[in-house]
């Protein structure tokens, strides 16, 4: 079965809309006809594709599948069954997007599949994490559970995301506003005031000279300067989707001092994370190996972890396959040895990414407190260097003259 939006005229006149599963849209047309509706329009809520996934336009937010995450483990430990859960999600979704993509879910629960299946076909909504939990749940029988620890899992990602990025908002405004005042001086005020020192006999100085050939090359060649600069980044963008230039550029970032630090903790602590509840939820360690390799985005990192998964498979610990590669923190190796000697490696994952998370937020708030005043220091150097290209030039007349 298949959901279909539809339009209809009740007796009255009035237009009427809603969500109906059905076989086909004939189908769904007679039905609202036996309802004294008349159709107006019927359309399939999904496409299938080529390999029978069916296709909604757009995605969910991360913080719209955490809420959706958390309502179907409330309403699922509430004791409702899975149909009856998906019915009440249907009635009270907030937007169409999210309607059409429960009503998709539950034609397919409704035709026999497991939920964790019909999310399936619907792979750019729920991620592959994601339906490797529910499938988990759906088989150790405590579904319930396994979604309130991925409602969590997805909160704290959204919220650890949220920190970093919002954190480096005020330093990105205060670089575009300053690179924007610099131009507006370089390009406009200082050739109108400069241009009196052009007609002058006197000898400009150095500085007031190299400020003036900069303030001429913005101003007759700055948008050819810009192009060649969109056409570079372009040109970088396109060559870092090559694997070979990404993990070699990707490498390099892990070797800065204060980046790569950044970087390796923020893989680490959303592969802890992963791991912990996917171990947490019986998924056998191979399993949740894979699914790591998927948030891991750093490739050095990510083939490490290829060659850990590789280890274990051939009967390695994951303590001592982590450890060999060199490429994770050695508080996390050995929180997962002390869980796998103790067997509470779901417990220890959960500390290892607790740590990396904590150690991430002050990193970032280190970063971020010293490049404030970093910026600030820059901005007001490139203004004093400017104001003293302008008034040498002023303080030599004056001391001619007298």
């Not at 189908?27 to 029978?52: C, H, S």
């Not at 995301?161 to 908002?169: E, P, W």
């Not at 060659?307 to 929180?335: C, I, N, W």
Request: aromatic letters at 4%; glycine letters at 8%.
């Amino acid at each position: 079965m298949a959901g279909f939006k539809y339009q209809a005229l009740d007796s009255e006149g009035k237009l009427k809309k809603g969500v109906i599963e059905s076989d086909s849209a004939r189908q769904v047309r007679a039905n609202l006809r036996e309802q004294g509706l008349v159709p107006v329009e019927v359309d399939q809520l999904t496409q299938t594709t080529k390999g029978g996934n069916k296709r909604v336009r757009g995605r969910l937010s991360i913080s719209e599948l955490s809420l959706l995450t958390r309502q179907l483990a409330t309403l699922l430990g509430a004791g409702l069954t899975i149909e009856q859960t998906l019915n009440a999600l249907i009635e009270q979704a907030e937007t169409h997007h999210q309607r059409n993509i429960l009503a998709g879910v539950r034609g397919e629960v409704l035709a026999g599949q497991p939920l964790a299946r019909a999310m399936g076909h619907y792979a750019n909504v729920f991620p592959d994490l994601y339906r490797t939990l529910v499938d988990a749940g759906e088989q150790s029988g405590q579904l319930a559970p396994v979604l309130l620890k991925l409602a969590d899992y997805t909160e704290e990602r959204q919220a650890l995301r949220q920190k970093v990025g919002l954190a480096f908002v005020y330093p990105a405004i205060v670089t575009i506003v300053a690179l924007l005042v610099v131009t507006g001086l370089l390009t406009y005020v200082v050739p109108q005031v400069v241009q009196v020192f052009q007609h002058t006999t006197q000898k400009l100085p150095l500085l007031t000279v190299a400020l003036m050939a900069l303030s001429g090359f913005l101003r007759n060649y700055g948008v050819y300067l810009l192009g060649a600069l969109s056409v570079a980044g372009w040109f970088a963008h396109r060559a870092l989707q090559q694997p070979a230039v990404r993990e070699r550029f990707d490498r390099f970032l892990l070797k800065l001092p204060v980046v790569g630090r950044l970087i390796r903790g923020l893989n680490t602590a959303r592969l802890s994370s992963t791991l912990a509840i996917l171990v947490g939820s019986r998924v056998p360690l191979l399993a949740s190996l894979k699914a790591g390799v998927g948030v891991v985005t750093n490739l050095p990192m990510k083939h490490a972890l290829e060659e850990t998964q590789r280890m274990v498979r051939e009967g390695s610990s994951l303590s001592r396959a982590l450890g060999s590669q060199k490429m994770f923190p050695p508080l996390m190796v050995h929180l997962i040895a002390s869980g796998e000697a103790s067997g509470r490696l779901p417990d220890m994952l959960e500390r290892a990414a607790s740590a990396q998370t904590r150690e991430v937020e002050n990193r970032v708030a280190t970063m971020v407190s010293l490049l404030e005043p970093i910026l600030i220091l820059t901005m007001g150097v490139v203004v004093l260097v400017i104001v003293l290209a302008i008034l040498l030039p002023i303080m030599e007349l004056n001391t001619l003259v007298r």
